[in-house]
């Protein structure tokens, strides 16, 4: 028997067709043939992961195109050449690559999930998930807290020049007070009865703008009940009411009020206030927005003390709470590698805590709390 002989015979092995005494002939010619021997212990391991495949469950879908196959095969292998008597050993090469390079691949997956800890940290690092997939995603384990600043949009006086008439309409005193909270500018709330001749005064020095022109830091809001509650009634109309920023009552003023009058009125409230103009408003937010853009660029030291100065200069609400948010979340932050550099030195481990505190120090730089951690490495085991 010659070499494409038993490729033949080993064919008919494997489908169970194999007489005695060819089966007698064959195993003569492998042992003395190294070469089909090769190909017959590839062919053997070849057919034994198929048997064992064999056995697994079929995936749902798969028979039923299978069964279309037969329909397809005439019209798909219609052209197709016969085969060279030569080709058989290149199916069972073939065959036996893919089956190995398949083991190959089993066996790495098994070998990283129960191998040794180095091959495990060793795939680890190389940024590709076991199987050769896509690299796996990166996971900051101290991520900065988002900073959120209130919007500006539509708000009296955030756009530095106040309001064409500088008068708007309320519906009463408590929406003013609410209003006064999220507003750039104070409020001058005027109360006022349509029928009174003082009434009538004070709204057209209002609206002459004498008092307006003079002071350009406030916003004045009408409302035209014949009377108000404010813990006590109020016989005097008109009547102003001046809120600061944050919502405070700073100033009543009762009667008629002529544009004189109401000048110096506004302006002793101003000076009594110290509220910041619309131009002095815009600068503390442009200020807040710089320390939130520097914390997001992770220099804390510039952000903490743009934002600082904001809160201890401002008597605006809004401004002091922006300033603050930006604070918090420095903190936050900080507070979290703290506490991280900390469970190091307990858990025993100084050098990984050594060289933890050294990244801090350097990242913290102008922080109140840069004192507080340069003591605790210093206080860490010599090496």
């Not at 690559?97 to 691949?105: F, K, M, N, Q, S």
């Not at 009538?200 to 035209?224: M, N």
């Not at 590698?337 to 913290?364: C, D, P, Q, T």
Request: aromatic share 8%.
């Amino acid at each position: 028997m010659n070499c494409e002989g038993a490729q033949v015979a080993w064919a008919r092995r494997l489908r169970r067709a194999l007489g005695a005494d060819e089966a007698a002939d064959l195993d003569r010619h492998v042992g003395t043939c190294p070469a089909c021997r090769a190909d017959v212990e590839e062919a053997e391991t070849a057919w034994r992961v198929a048997r064992h495949e064999e056995e697994r469950p079929v995936p749902a879908g798969v028979r039923e195109r299978a069964l279309r196959v037969p329909d397809e095969a005439p019209r798909i292998g219609a052209s197709v050449p016969a085969r060279p008597s030569g080709t058989l050993r290149r199916i069972a090469w073939t065959a036996a690559a893919c089956l190995l390079a398949a083991a190959a691949v089993g066996g790495a997956l098994a070998t990283y999930h129960r191998g040794p800890g180095w091959l495990r940290g060793l795939l680890g690092r190389s940024g590709t998930s076991p199987g050769g997939g896509e690299e796996a995603p990166t996971h900051d384990p101290f991520p900065l807290p988002e900073v959120a600043l209130h919007s500006l949009d539509g708000w009296p006086g955030a756009g530095g020049a106040p309001p064409a008439d500088r008068i708007a309409w309320m519906s009463d005193l408590d929406a003013a007070r609410e209003f006064s909270r999220y507003s750039a500018l104070p409020i001058l709330y005027f109360v006022c009865d349509e029928g009174s001749a003082a009434s009538r005064q004070t709204e057209e020095s209002l609206r002459e703008g004498a008092a307006v022109r003079a002071s350009r830091d406030f916003l004045c809001v009408r409302h035209t009940p014949a009377e108000y509650r404010l813990g006590l009634r109020l016989h005097a109309i008109p009547t102003f009411f001046i809120f600061e920023p944050d919502g405070d009552l700073l100033y009543i003023s009762s009667g008629a009020v002529d544009a004189g009058t109401l000048q110096g009125t506004l302006l002793a409230a101003r000076q009594l206030g110290q509220f910041p103009t619309g131009a002095r408003f815009l600068d503390l937010r442009r200020r807040i927005e710089e320390a939130r853009g520097l914390y997001v660029q992770k220099r804390f030291g510039e952000a903490h003390a743009r934002a600082r100065d904001v809160v201890e200069g401002s008597g605006t609400a809004l401004l002091r709470q922006d300033a603050g948010a930006v604070l918090a979340a420095i903190d936050a932050y900080v507070r979290s590698k703290h506490a991280f550099a900390r469970s190091l030195v307990a858990n025993g481990e100084n050098e990984r805590a050594r060289a933890f505190y050294a990244a801090i120090l350097k990242e913290f730089g102008g922080l109140p709390i840069h004192a507080e951690l340069r003591a605790e490495m210093e206080a860490l085991p010599p090496e």
